[in-house]
């Protein structure tokens, strides 16, 4: 199916123009046809049949504003589209059609004004998405905003994710009728290519772990490359969506953290890991400041100590600068022999 773009139909102001003229005559003919009798009288059959079947002309009547299309149907047969900002003037005859009118997603421009939640919760009932009459079809870019997936990484673990999608309609006459409902096809094609996407890679950086398909281990993780992450997202949905009539402009991660079932866990995990980087480090200055006294002593000629008076002191050392608590010291007064 291939959009087809109806330029030459402007000219609804002109339509309403003459509809309106025409029922002034008409009105008129029927008055003197009346009056007079006569040879008037064929002016006031015209007159009546006029004010009868005139106004079918105002029902092809449409207006658009900035950023809409209307997609035009004639007895079954695709007619065109009608796209821009204008008063246009179609076949009376032709319908619109736009199966998504009456879905509602977690998505900027089509979520409601909060009555339909107020009704909902007096009456009890879940509420219904309903837009009476507008088979308007929206240009603008949209934000998606699906709501958050348990998803297992490369490694296995549970992990909730959320994405925004920012989309825009391109080509009407494939949205219509390639599928059935663009948006909630938009919907669950974002679900399916964020769980393709998410199982490639861990939450975070791992060993041993390919993510790019190369062969060879890299620092690829969903908490480190997200844009990285992002853009593959975007790509994956964009492949499943071109027959659809949709354009995919951007995907962010909007949220992203372990599962509560291990969550605690993965806390432990992290703050274990933490404990044992401050340790080494720790543990890497006080060899290093060890090693910086026995030279200088040495150097200086301060004292002269054997090996196990040196082993006695490094001992100590070490004790001192690793320990979680200060110090006390023992002086001795004696000798050191």
Not at 116 to 131: D, I, R, W
Not at 172 to 184: G, I, L, M, P, S
Not at 200 to 217: E, L, R
Not at 221 to 241: H, K, T
């Amino acid at each position: 199916m291939t959009e087809k773009v109806l330029t030459t139909r402007k000219n609804g102001m002109l339509v309403l123009l003459l509809v309106l003229f025409g029922y002034l005559a008409a009105a008129a003919l029927i008055v003197l046809g009346a009056a007079r009798g006569g040879g008037w009288m064929v002016g006031t059959v015209l007159g009546i049949l006029w004010a009868t079947f005139g106004w079918l002309l105002l029902l092809g009547l449409k207006v658009l504003k900035p950023q809409e299309a209307l997609v035009l149907t004639l007895f079954g047969k695709y007619v065109g589209t009608l796209k821009g900002e204008g008063f246009y003037w179609v076949n009376p005859f032709c319908s619109a059609v736009n199966p998504a009118a009456q879905t509602k997603l977690n998505q900027s421009g089509d979520v409601d004004n909060g009555k339909q939640s107020l009704a909902a919760a007096l009456t009890g009932t879940q509420p219904q998405s309903v837009e009476l009459g507008n088979k308007k079809i929206s240009l603008k870019i949209m934000t998606l905003n699906n709501s958050r997936q348990k998803i297992n990484d490369c490694l296995g673990n549970p992990v909730e994710i959320g994405i925004a999608v920012m989309w825009r309609v391109v080509d009407t006459a494939r949205a219509v009728f390639n599928v059935d409902n663009y948006k909630e096809y938009l919907s669950l094609q974002c679900d399916s290519a964020l769980r393709n996407i998410v199982r490639i890679y861990p939450y975070d950086v791992a060993q041993n772990v390919d993510t790019t398909g190369d062969g060879v281990a890299d620092e690829g993780s969903l908490r480190g490359s997200s844009e990285v992450v992002a853009r593959r997202i975007r790509d994956e949905i964009q492949s499943r969506v071109g027959e659809a009539g949709l354009e995919i402009l951007e995907a962010r991660i909007t949220y992203l953290a372990y599962a509560p079932e291990i969550a605690a866990v993965m806390l432990q995990r992290q703050q274990a890991s933490a404990i044992i980087d401050a340790r080494k480090m720790i543990v890497d200055g006080a060899v290093g400041m060890v090693e910086m006294a026995l030279e200088r002593l040495n150097e200086n000629d301060v004292v002269h100590l054997d090996e196990e008076r040196k082993a006695a002191m490094v001992s100590n050392l070490l004790v001192v600068l690793c320990g979680n608590h200060d110090a006390q010291p023992v002086v001795n007064s004696g000798s050191l022999y």
